[in-house]
């Protein structure tokens, strides 16, 4: 009884899904053409570039990377629990535009 769960496929509700697919699903997404708008794009490896030429030569490189680092793991994940595993769109993410390539 009740009502009946038609999502068996949803990333986000196979508790059992297996490491290799779940990192093909983290690769579609990172390398999408849709999940990041161009310009955005340039814009995060200009600044990048920038940030590794002002500091190369100084010992605070690699504490700014690191933080660096941290920053952009904690958006991921964020975006990603807020998508449900990448499976609705919310803010630049675009659900409909990536879905996942089935076989």
Not at 41 to 54: C, H, S
């Amino acid at each position: 009884m009740g009502i009946k769960d038609n999502r068996k496929n949803d990333i986000s509700l196979n508790k059992h899904m297996s490491f290799k697919k779940a990192l093909k699903r983290e690769f579609e997404v990172a390398f999408s053409k849709n999940a990041q708008p161009a310009w955005f794009r340039i814009i995060k490896y200009a600044v990048l570039g920038v940030v590794i030429y002002l500091f190369r030569e100084t010992k605070w490189l690699w504490i700014i990377l690191a933080i660096l680092f941290i920053i952009a793991m904690f958006i991921h994940f964020w975006v990603r629990y807020k998508t449900n595993g990448w499976t609705k769109s919310y803010g630049m993410w675009n659900y409909e535009k990536n879905k996942p390539r089935d076989p």
